[in-house]
């Protein structure tokens, strides 16, 4: 690269300038030469300076409040005609404003005197400026703050402050504005607490924190007394041993066998007679038997009497054994006694059918042509043209088969009329008398199982309940003798119990899906084994009246007293004890 100063150059040369020209010189280098070194400054004149400001501020203050205008004390100058440097001039000129709008002049003035700012002028790095990269182009005056920056946390130098208003120095006071100057300045203090109080629309917990006007209270220091949380601990872990005893002993009163229900011995208890009973209350007017003894207490020959001259005959009850009496079975024939009847009623027939042709009454009817009496019946008509009187006997054959046909669908009944019989052949069996059956099952954790008695029970129109426990399970059913019978063979015969499937269908809700022992599949995820699974036979015998209304369907009872209270709802409590008291497989007697 040439030099610059060569008479072969493109840039001008360089001239003297005075420090009062505006226009800067330029660089060999294409960028603005750095400024001279700035002028050495006399700090003791910068805080008279300051000192003179403040002044004159205290004094225009004061003569605004008198209504004076302000005098310029003597020998004060202007921030225009001092002569120290404007950066300077305007941070104490903009101290001495905040200090008179607080109202705190004097401890600004003494502070701004005690520690005044010490300038120090910038330090010039003539190594920034100096060209980077293959090009030997320096950098842009406006990029040296960065690098400024940068040096100042590497090198510890100082950096060029800049030249411009910062926002502090934008501020200017109220009392300085001229457009504040004669008027009242807005309150934004808010309400007072007299105002809030009597105001009944005041809400608090709007606007900022002044306006609540709380007081504010010192809060104590609480300390926590001594073992304190030892206690609580201790509290805790007795609360814990009291339930995990709980827990052992209703663990061992079930391995023990121990009913857990505490009334078992009230239901043994025999009720004490009443003071009277209730078919002497309608001859004593009293309420115990004690009366009698007065006989105008007695109500016999009274005319409120119930006793009277007529006599009422009681409305006469087949007897119940009747019903259980099997219907007399017809005498059966032999098969030549069957076919001599047979012959005689249809030669009966015939001849009927004769005597009505005979009168007029019905048709002839036409010849049954079948293949092998064709040539017989139809004679010429075969001769001639056999290949149509073949179809037309087909054609006849196919009649009479889609005719008998029709007459069998005709007699079939329909699905609903299948329905009714099986239910009137249901009711009709129960209506000879109501057997009971009770079963005990030591597991019902196959899903199957548990369908196939509610399902069957409801198809054999039988009423009852199944309780499932995590010991035994026990059904109950009341129904038909039929219905019953046909029950036995399904719970005794046709279900295996010892099958594990390993599928639950549980309805989302149900109880029977929150108990661990009815799932299929212990806590490791395998199949229960369920080969000595049994189901035995308990009781069966008849009773009078149906207990349940109809099938309930399956009970989930975690204890004893649990199982008892659904069973005594229909007086069968007794079968529960009955249900425990037998072991597996050993059938108890029936009546």
């Not at 905040?98 to 003494?110: C, D, E, F, H, P």
């Not at 399956?554 to 069973?567: H, M, S, W, Y």
């Amino acid at each position: 690269m040439a030099s610059s100063s060569g008479s072969g150059s493109l840039k001008r040369p360089h001239q003297l300038e005075d420090e009062t020209s505006q226009k800067r010189p330029r660089s060999n280098n294409g960028s603005p030469a750095p400024s001279s070194a700035p002028p050495k400054v006399d700090i003791q004149k910068a805080i008279a300076e300051a000192r003179a400001k403040a002044e004159a501020v205290r004094a225009r203050l004061n003569a605004q409040r008198e209504g004076i205008a302000p005098k310029p004390p003597a020998g004060s100058q202007t921030p225009q005609s001092s002569s120290t440097s404007p950066a300077l001039s305007r941070l104490e000129q903009m101290k001495a404003r905040v200090a008179a709008a607080t109202g705190k002049i004097n401890a600004s003035v003494s502070q701004v005197a005690q520690q005044a700012p010490s300038y120090a002028p910038p330090v010039n790095d003539d190594s920034l400026l100096k060209a980077r990269g293959g090009l030997d182009v320096g950098l842009h005056p406006a990029l040296l703050g960065d690098i400024g920056q940068d040096s100042r946390a590497t090198k510890g130098k100082q950096v060029m402050q800049p030249k411009f208003a910062t926002t502090m120095a934008n501020f200017r006071s109220e009392s300085s504005t001229p457009s504040t100057q004669g008027k009242t300045p807005l309150d934004l203090s808010g309400p007072s607490i007299e105002e809030t109080r009597s105001n009944p629309y005041f809400d608090p917990t709007f606007g900022s924190k002044s306006v609540s006007a709380r007081p504010r209270h010192t809060r104590q220091l609480i300390f926590n007394q001594k073992g304190k949380y030892i206690q609580q601990a201790a509290a805790l872990r007795r609360q814990a041993q009291l339930e995990d005893m709980k827990k052992r002993i209703a663990a061992r009163a079930r391995q023990a066998g121990i009913d857990e229900d505490l009334d078992v011995e009230k239901s043994y208890l025999v009720a004490a007679p009443p003071a009277i009973e209730w078919w002497d209350e309608g001859l004593v007017n009293a309420t115990d038997y004690s009366a009698i003894e007065d006989p105008s207490n007695l109500k016999v020959d009274t005319p409120d009497s119930v006793i009277t001259i007529y006599i009422q005959h009681p409305v006469l009850l087949e007897p119940p054994q009747d019903k259980n009496i099997p219907a007399p079975k017809p005498m059966y024939l032999t098969p030549k006694e069957q076919a001599k009847i047979r012959r005689q009623r249809r030669m009966a027939d015939l001849k009927e059918q004769q005597a009505k042709i005979r009168l007029g009454l019905e048709p002839v009817p036409a010849p049954k042509v079948k293949k092998s009496n064709l040539m017989r019946v139809l004679g010429e008509d075969a001769v001639k043209d056999p290949t149509a009187v073949e179809a037309r006997v087909n054609r006849e054959i196919a009649e009479r088969a889609q005719k008998h046909q029709e007459a069998n669908e005709a007699r079939k009944l329909t699905k609903e009329q299948r329905h009714e019989k099986l239910a009137s052949k249901q009711e009709l069996d129960a209506s000879k008398g109501v057997c009971v059956s009770v079963y005990r099952i030591d597991s019902l954790a196959n899903g199957r199982h548990r369908f196939k008695i509610g399902k069957n029970a409801e198809q054999n129109a039988l009423t009852g309940i199944c309780i499932m426990h995590p010991k035994i399970n026990i059904v109950i059913v009341e129904g038909g003798a039929r219905s019953i019978n046909a029950y036995k063979k399904l719970m005794l015969n046709r279900i295996d119990w010892t099958e594990n499937s390993g599928i639950n269908a549980v309805r989302e809700g149900n109880r029977e899906a929150l108990t661990s022992w009815l799932a299929a599949e212990d806590e490791k995820g395998e199949l229960k084994d369920l080969s000595l699974n049994t189901c035995t036979l308990v009781w069966e015998g008849e009773e009078k009246n149906r207990a349940f209304r109809k099938w309930v369907g399956a009970r989930v009872c975690e204890t004893d007293g649990a199982a008892k209270d659904q069973l005594a709802r229909a007086k069968m409590e007794n079968f529960w004890a009955l249900a425990k008291s037998i072991k597996p497989g050993a059938a108890w007697p029936c009546i």
